[in-house]
């Protein structure tokens, strides 16, 4: 015969309360607590920077603890550049340095694209190339200005020649590292789909090493800049390194820091268009940001 036991008693929460396991692990939200988001823009926070120098630097321009033959004033740089851009100076100087820097960069991102391309997808290409490359990254591409005036002579061959060079190293090295750091994995996971050697290239390694390309062409466009300084000094007649020279011959400081401050911009202006390449070409790749 068979006893039946009736359950025990159960507490019954009652309606709309926590279990106590969820109590033990979910704090109790208090009042005010909500984060509220950044009031003040992101443009505006990161112009605090060179506002504050450019304060700091006319206080001491103001008090004489910057003579005017060694810096010039804020406001002289400004008058100055005023001055080059009415009479057409500053804009035909910004021109012929701009051509020099696109030719360059054309022709070095060529080079270097397409040695990364033959020494990163073949065994073959990578024992002919490699080695000879990272040999000549070592010499100081500004120690090249003699010989190449000597074989290209002092026009704009040369200035083009030093761009060029600076522009291929840095191209050749970071798409080349970014070729060899695609996964094995995602090679295998192509093959086992059924795609050939061209389809590996074209839909796998290439997408692979496109971060590594942007990170490349970012050095690429700073190295260029660099070069154009040097290079406009080959016997130049024109451009903003030319501007320089003759600045520096008659100790005019507020010319050289307005040939300076558009090199920046100008640097600034190319680091933001490739930037936005990056967003446009790499959405698939979602990074971290920051907090």
């Known amino acids: 015969m068979t006893v039946d036991h009736a359950p025990p008693d159960l507490p019954v929460a009652p309606a709309g309360a926590k279990p106590p396991e969820l109590e033990a692990v979910v704090p109790a939200a208090g009042p005010g607590k909500r984060s509220s988001p950044r009031s003040v823009p992101r443009w505006l926070r990161r112009t605090v920077g060179p506002l504050l120098l450019l304060v700091l630097w006319q206080v001491l321009s103001s008090t004489g603890v910057l003579h005017?033959?060694?810096l010039a004033s804020p406001g002289s740089v400004a008058r100055s550049a005023g001055d080059l851009i009415a009479d057409g100076t500053l804009p035909t100087a910004m021109g012929v340095s701009l051509q020099r820097v696109a030719v360059g960069l054309l022709i070095g991102g060529v080079a270097g694209t397409a040695l990364a391309l033959a020494s990163g997808l073949s065994r073959l290409g990578e024992d002919l190339i490699d080695a000879t490359v990272q040999m000549l990254r070592t010499v100081p591409f500004i120690g090249l200005i003699p010989l190449l005036i000597i074989w290209l002579g002092i026009g704009e061959a040369p200035k083009i020649a030093l761009i060029a060079l600076g522009v291929a190293f840095h191209l050749y090295l970071n798409v080349y590292a970014g070729i060899r750091g695609v996964d094995e994995q995602l090679i295998?996971?192509?093959?086992?789909?059924?795609l050939g050697r061209w389809g590996l290239v074209r839909h796998v390694i290439l997408p692979g090493a496109l971060p590594g390309?942007?990170?490349?062409?970012r050095y690429s466009l700073a190295t260029a800049w660099l070069a154009l300084v040097f290079g406009?000094?080959?016997?130049?007649?024109?451009?903003?390194?030319?501007?320089?020279n003759q600045a520096r011959e008659f100790f005019r400081?507020?010319?050289?820091?307005v040939?300076?401050?558009?090199?920046?911009?100008?640097?600034?202006?190319?680091?933001?268009?490739?930037?936005?390449l990056e967003r446009l070409l790499l959405?698939?790749?979602?990074t971290f940001k920051g907090r």
């Open 213 to 217: 390309a942007m990170t490349g062409l």
């Open 188 to 194: 295998e996971a192509g093959q086992s789909l059924g």
């Open 283 to 286: 959405q698939w790749r979602p």
């Open 232 to 244: 406009e000094s080959i016997n130049a007649d024109a451009g903003i390194g030319f501007l320089m």
């Open 68 to 70: 005017p033959d060694t």
């Open 259 to 276: 040939c300076l401050v558009v090199y920046a911009f100008l640097g600034l202006l190319a680091d933001a268009v490739v930037r936005t």
């Open 253 to 257: 400081t507020d010319v050289i820091v």
